[in-house]
C-alpha cells in the first residue's frame, strides 16, 4: 500500500497523559498536513511542513500541541497533559509541492477519558 | 482570516435525480478550490480541483463545480445521482498566506440518496 498512513488507528488515554500519533506519508510527497476533525465538522488545519521545514504552526490548538518531520519523511504529533476536549479524529495528510490536492490518511481516533 | 461555508448540512435526495450542494468562500485574493469527499468508513479523497484556467471542472464520476469569482461561490452539481454518491462532501478552500499555503475546510455536507 502506497497512500498516507497513521499509526495508531484508535487511541484511548486517560486525562493529563501525553500521547504521540505518527504520520508516513507517501514517499516523494514534501509536504505533510495535521489536522483535527470533531463530529459534525471539517477537517481544522493544525500545522504542515514541507520537507523537515515546519512553515506554519501558528493554528496549533495550545502549546501542549507540537509537531516533528525531522528527516522530512515521516511526521509525529504529540499532545502534553491531554484533555477530555482533545478528544477527536487526528488527521495526517500529503502532497506533492506545487500540486496543491492533499492525500489523507485514515486518521487516529483519540479518545480521552 | 478566509472561511468556508457550506449552506446544507445535509441533503436527501433521490436516485437518478440532479443535486447541488453549495459552497461560498470568503476571500479576495486568489485561491486554489477543492471538494473532497469521504465515503463511510473510509478516509477523505479529492474530488475535483479548481487551480486557474477555465472555471467549470469536472470529476470522473460525473461530478462538476463551477469557480463563480464574483459570488465566491464553488458550487458542486451532478444531473443525475447514484446510490453509491451516499456520502460526506467537504469544500476546501486554499489561500497563499505570507508564504504558506493555509487550507480551510468547510463543516461538510452529507448527501444521502434514497433509492
Known amino acids: 500500500d502506497t497512500g498516507v498512513s497513521q499509526d495508531p488507528r484508535h487511541k484511548i488515554t486517560k486525562r493529563g497523559q501525553n500521547v504521540t500519533f505518527r504520520c508516513d506519508p507517501i514517499?516523494?510527497?514534501?509536504?505533510l498536513y495535521w489536522y483535527r476533525q470533531t463530529l459534525g465538522q471539517g477537517p481544522e488545519f493544525l500545522t504542515y511542513?514541507?520537507?523537515?521545514?515546519?512553515?506554519?504552526k501558528s493554528r496549533l490548538l495550545s502549546d501542549r500541541f507540537s509537531a516533528e518531520r525531522p528527516k522530512g519523511s515521516f511526521s509525529t504529533l504529540e499532545i502534553q497533559r491531554t484533555e477530555q476536549g482533545d478528544s477527536a479524529m487526528y488527521l495526517c495528510?500529503?502532497?506533492?509541492?506545487?500540486?496543491?490536492?492533499?492525500?489523507f490518511g485514515p486518521g487516529t481516533r483519540l479518545t480521552v477519558l | 482570516a478566509q472561511s468556508v461555508t457550506q449552506l446544507d448540512s445535509q441533503v436527501p435526495v433521490f436516485e437518478e435525480a440532479p443535486v447541488e450542494l453549495r459552497c461560498n468562500y470568503s476571500s479576495s485574493v486568489s485561491v486554489y478550490l477543492f471538494w473532497y469527499v469521504q465515503y463511510p468508513n473510509q478516509g477523505l479523497q479529492l474530488l475535483l480541483k479548481?487551480?486557474?484556467?477555465?472555471?467549470l471542472v469536472e470529476s470522473i464520476n460525473g461530478f462538476e463545480a463551477e469557480f463563480n469569482k464574483s459570488q465566491t461561490s464553488f458550487h458542486l452539481r451532478k444531473p443525475s445521482v447514484h446510490i453509491s454518491d451516499t456520502a460526506e462532501y467537504f469544500c476546501a478552500v486554499t489561500l497563499l498566506s505570507g508564504g504558506s499555503y493555509i487550507p480551510t475546510f468547510g463543516r461538510g455536507t452529507s448527501l444521502i440518496v434514497h433509492p
Open positions: 514517499s516523494e510527497h514534501n509536504r
Open positions: 495528510a500529503t502532497g506533492a509541492l506545487g500540486y496543491n490536492e492533499q492525500f
Open positions: 511542513f514541507q520537507n523537515e521545514a515546519q512553515l506554519e
Open positions: 479548481y487551480l486557474s484556467g477555465s472555471t
